[in-house]
Structures are given as structure tokens and as C-alpha cells.
């Protein structure tokens, strides 16, 4: 869905993901950071809670999450545990596209998307390095994969 709609839209193509923490500088040791905090965490669902769209370039289209305690409890972990400790306010969406549309092209996405799943398994974590404040499809093309931790737990 990602790749169609980046495609459609001439779009960056992105992993689908949901940030649980977002810190201002790039941790010293981001793979210590992962398996520190997730080294007992298990694979986790979250419940969809709908198709939105919205005015920013993050979260131009995308599927809201329900609100999950263990999730907030792991991006209080990574906040604490990272070198900047920076203020993070979780909100778990799933982005769709990442591009300035006009707001009838939103709707028209929203309207043609049919979700077929209640809820998505997570069964990985990663940093990522990015450029403070993303804005374009050049910010986005230009993320790179710090660390990966598989959840076992």
C-alpha cells in the first residue's frame, strides 16, 4: 500500500513503522540502547482505530492506533534510557504516504483504503538515524538504519 501510493503520489518509499520514541541527537550506542530496553519484551499488537489524514507531512495519511500501556511503558524505557532524554509524546500511528497533498486527494485515499486487519504484530524495533525535522521526500529517503533488536521476549 505504501509503494502504491508513493507511487501515485511520486512519493518516498518507507518501511512501514510506528515511532515509539523520537530523541533530538543520535545516542552514543543506539544497539546497546535497543537490547537494553527490549531485551525481554515480546512481539506486541496494536488495535487499529481508523484511517486519518492530517496537515502534517509525518502523518499525511495514516492508521491510528488504539492507545497501549506496554507501548507507552517502552517509549518511557527508550526516553530514559537514550542519551538526550528528550520529551516524546507517544501517539501510535502507522504512516501511509509522507507528501503535501490537497485535502481532496487525502479524503480520496482515505475513502479508497480498505484496511483488512483489526490489528498489526510488531515483532521488531530499530533506530533510526534522520534529520531533526523531516519535511521532505528527501528527509525521508535519507534515513538510515542505526540498529535493529528482534522482540523474543
Excluded at 502507522?94 to 475513502?111: C, F, N, R
Aim: proline fraction near 3%; hydrophobic fraction near 45%; include cysteine.
Amino acid at each position: 500500500m505504501i509503494a502504491d501510493l508513493a507511487t501515485r503520489f511520486d512519493a518516498a518509499v518507507f518501511e512501514p513503522h510506528v515511532t515509539i520514541y523520537a530523541g533530538e541527537k543520535e545516542d552514543d550506542n543506539p544497539a546497546h540502547v535497543l537490547s537494553h530496553v527490549l531485551a525481554d519484551c515480546k512481539p506486541f499488537r496494536l488495535s487499529v482505530r481508523g484511517l486519518q489524514y492530517s496537515d502534517e507531512f509525518t502523518k499525511t495519511v495514516f492508521v491510528q492506533f488504539e492507545p497501549n500501556a506496554a507501548l507507552s511503558e517502552l517509549s518511557r524505557a527508550l526516553q530514559q534510557a537514550s542519551a538526550s532524554h528528550h520529551e516524546y509524546e507517544l501517539n501510535p500511528h502507522l504512516s501511509l504516504i509522507y507528501k503535501e497533498i490537497a485535502l481532496s486527494e487525502k479524503i480520496d485515499v482515505v475513502d479508497s483504503v480498505q484496511l483488512t486487519f483489526a490489528d498489526v504484530l510488531f515483532d521488531s524495533a530499530k533506530a533510526i538515524v534522520s534529520s531533526a525535522r523531516v519535511e521532505s521526500r528527501r528527509d525521508v529517503e535519507a534515513w538510515r538504519v542505526a540498529a535493529v533488536q528482534r522482540l523474543t521476549g
